[in-house]
């Protein structure tokens, strides 16, 4: 059931029954490359030959307890969940992550940020009142009736509540609304590049270490960031058409206007206070930065929209008719989805270049991408200005708080996260090492986003 679960199929099966008796007598079964060490793990303590070391649920501290394995002690657990949790991956706001001080490594390591250096015993104590609790409902499901409700509100007196449905009620629907661009504080976009470049630049001048300090900062964590999957450059024409990993999809035209479409389901996920209904939402932002948002239904009285609207679905349909995923789906299926704070009801691009060797596009939600032409690798930098609360940020030196994170993504990969701020320069020389990609990866990033920002200097001095 928990191979099933995890993969989607069960671990023996074949169109034949005889090959399927046949696999499940050798033992015989393939774990997918995408799952988490923890999960491959834990499969196999579930699936191994003898079976007394198939693990129990009802021995804390035996070496083969199940509910003691880093799969159930680690990743997040939120408070809530949203309906839409039922039918898709749900999406959570880094902040929250970063103030819960969860592990989101894959090894059992607090790569997230370093507030777990001071709250360690706060978090084992989290990982103990999860453990307890889902020991608890194990033991409710083989009890008699009767330990059952005594189980159950021993539970309640002790233990917090576990993760819940969140409802959004849906009493208005969505209305026009006129904005301005600046609703948040945020970096802007100038800011940003230069801020990334900062952080890089204060990386790459690291002195490597040996590979005797790898440490828990080296794992990658467990999570992907909002990106952009498929984009196209019209710009001969049009402008440039994008579409995100949550299927907003949005145009940049040449005059400076840009528009973009979602769903309000996916809009609900990065913001669980907005409320709506079932349909599209879109977002217009003129050259002067002012946007309107309307629903489907209710479009904006007194803007003629109708050209936009339609290169906007003609860019949309070309890119799902002849434009592949730039990442396979299933790679990214068992990592956390994370949503950052953004300066629009629709998170969006917002400024692109093109050079000889890369694409970079700068989101307004403080994530910078580059896809590299060569290999078509991507590398998202995000995350930056968002922070968690911790006794470490209480210093005073915000700089040095900033959190920075990296993404990089290649089509056949399972993307690689790492807390750029937390993660040491090591020796690495296996051309095969994550950390060795990393390295590289960074290395050409900062090199085109140098060359990004003399741009953004000349043109400043010119309009001077």
Partial sequence: MMFAMLVGTPPFETKSLGRTYARIAANEYDIPERLSPTAKTFIATLLHPEPKMRGHLHQPGHPTDLLSQSFFASGYWPR????????????????????????????????????????????????????????????????????HVQTQQQQQQSLPPPP??????????LQVQYVQQQQQPQVV??????????????????????????????????????FVSKWIDYSNKYGFGYQLSDKTV?????????????????????????????????????ARSKSVVWHSSS??????LGPRLKLLDYFGRYMDENLAEGVVASLTANQIRISTR???A?????????????????????????????????VVFWGMGETGTGSEFETGNSNQNNNLFITYMASDKTPMTYNLRLLPRLMVTSADSPLF????????????????????????????
């Avoid at 309906?83 to 819960?100: H, M, R, W």
């Avoid at 819940?164 to 629907?173: A, D, K, L, T, V």
């Avoid at 390295?439 to 010119?462: C, G, H, P, T, Y």
Wanted: aromatic share 6%; hydrophobic share 35%; charged share 15%.
């Fill in 80 to 147: 809530k969940l949203p309906i839409s949790a039922a039918t898709q991956p749900p999406v959570f706001q880094l902040n929250d992550i970063l103030n819960d001080n969860v592990d989101m490594t894959d090894h059992g390591g607090k790569g997230f940020n370093a507030n777990h250096v001071s709250n360690v015993n706060v978090v084992n104590s989290v990982n103990k009142s999860r453990t307890s609790l889902i020991r608890q409902k194990f033991s409710q499901m083989f009890s008699s009736s009767n330990n």
């Fill in 164 to 173: 819940q449905y969140q409802q959004h009620h849906h009493h208005h629907q």
């Fill in 189 to 226: 976009a100038d800011q940003l590049i230069f801020q990334v470049i900062e952080c890089l630049e204060n990386w790459v001048a690291k002195r490597p270490l040996p590979m005797t300090h790898l440490n828990q900062f080296t794992n990658p964590l467990s999570a992907v960031p909002l």
């Fill in 250 to 286: 949005g145009v940049l035209f040449n005059e400076g206007t840009r528009i973009c479409q979602s769903s309000t389901t996916a809009i609900m996920e990065s913001n669980p206070d907005t409320s709506g209904s079932d349909g599209c939402c879109y977002e217009f932002t003129d």
């Fill in 299 to 304: 479009p904006p009285p007194g803007i003629d």
């Fill in 342 to 344: 953004h300066r629009s």
């Fill in 346 to 378: 629709i998170p969006q691009v917002v400024r692109w270049t093109r050079t000889a060797s890369a694409v970079i596009m700068e989101l307004n939600n403080g994530s910078v991408q580059v896809n590299f032409i060569r290999d078509h690798a991507k």
């Fill in 437 to 464: 990609v990393i390295d590289q990866k960074i290395s050409q990033s900062l090199e085109v986003l140098r060359d990004l920002a003399e741009n953004l200097n000349n043109q400043q001095q010119l309009s001077d």
